[in-house]
């Protein structure tokens, strides 16, 4: 019977000893696929360590280009064009005859009224030598220099209606197609054409109201145009004195020479306008921000996980943007596969410097 026992005693021992063996096993197994799953699902991304950094705080805007001076050209007197005195497209000077308007009937009337008030001025004359002798009243002399007043001022008036016949140009420009040829009978509601000066030209766009306190007249701003990489300069010489309440925007004007005449009104300009300079800035590439409904966020990296930053930003370039708060010195700000990233992913981060 004691063997009887013995054997069942080790055979008990045995089967415990395999059931523990085969626990291990399997705990050990579970442990190194788990540390093996862990491996695998770490991301590995690329960053940069946020450090202080002097920050030229450029503004990019959309603006427009325009002349500094356009004007349409007019008749403003009715009548038949005799003659057209410019080219179509060139440059004409201050003062210069752009076309003439026939007068023949205005000086028919001057001429009536000139006849008219030299008989005026007669009679003017001789009540004002028969008031000193008493012959006639006062009243009678008021009358005839009133006459003659009137005969002065028609005569006047003609003589401004036929200086209106010869239209001229209010400034020296460039003007562009006509609309009418000799013969026209023209009247003061047709477009002749247009005169604009494009020596100088106006750059006009509008800065969001936050910055309305940084932009100062006489600032000298850089802007390019579509179809070119040459960069032109402006000055800043007016500011709308109150903010856009539908846009919340403050509108600026700024001044540039175009003496080469490559520049054309009416053509968009991309404006770069320096505000003032920030020292000790936190700046991060473009690439690192991910907007969102509230704002706008960024990955940092914070014990081997990734962790999700709320910040406020202001001014960007084409790279980089410029931090106001969520950032401090030190922080490793992830730039690659921000997309992919949930709040404490696991991640190897490669720094570059």
Avoid: C, H
Avoid at 326 to 348: Q, R, Y
């Amino acid at each position: 019977m004691k063997i009887k026992y013995l054997v069942y005693t080790l055979l008990l021992v045995g089967i415990g000893g395999f059931i523990a063996y085969r626990i291990s096993t399997n705990i050990s197994k579970n442990d190194g696929s788990k540390d093996k799953d862990a491996q695998n699902n770490t991301m590995n991304v690329s960053g940069i360590v946020v450090e202080p950094q002097t920050f030229d705080n450029n503004l990019s805007l959309s603006g427009s280009i325009e002349a500094n001076e356009q004007v349409e050209i007019r008749s403003e007197v009715s009548g038949i064009v005799e003659g057209i005195y410019f080219q179509e497209g060139s440059n004409v000077n201050k003062g210069q005859v752009l076309f003439k308007v026939n007068d023949l009937e205005l000086k028919a009337q001057l001429r009536q009224t000139a006849t008219k008030e030299g008989l005026a001025s007669e009679n003017e004359r001789r009540a004002k030598l028969l008031l000193q002798k008493e012959a006639i009243s006062q009243e009678e002399y008021d009358i005839a220099r009133a006459d003659l007043k009137s005969a002065q001022a028609q005569s006047q008036l003609i003589k401004a209606q036929i200086a209106k016949t010869s239209v001229r140009a209010p400034f020296s420009g460039k003007i562009g197609l006509r609309s009418i040829s000799p013969g026209t009978y023209i009247t003061p509601t047709i477009l002749v054409a247009k005169l604009v000066n494009t020596g100088k030209l106006k750059i006009t766009f509008s800065i969001p109201e936050k910055y309305a306190n940084q932009v100062k007249t006489n600032t000298i701003l850089s802007f390019t145009v579509a179809g070119s990489d040459e960069k032109y300069t402006a000055k800043v010489y007016a500011i709308e004195p109150e903010v856009a309440i539908a846009t919340r925007t403050l509108q600026v004007r700024a001044i540039a020479e175009n003496r080469s005449g490559k520049l054309l009104p009416g053509t968009f300009a991309n404006v770069e306008l320096p505000l003032d300079i920030i020292k000790d800035a936190i700046v991060v590439p473009t690439e690192a921000i991910i907007p969102v409904q509230n704002g706008k966020k960024v990955f940092i990296s914070s014990n081997g996980q990734a962790k999700e930053v709320m910040v406020e930003t202001a001014t960007r370039t084409d790279a980089k943007i410029l931090v106001l708060s969520g950032l401090k010195a030190g922080d490793t700000v992830i730039t690659t596969g921000v997309m992919s990233l949930k709040d404490e992913s696991p991640v190897k981060v490669t720094v570059k410097l």
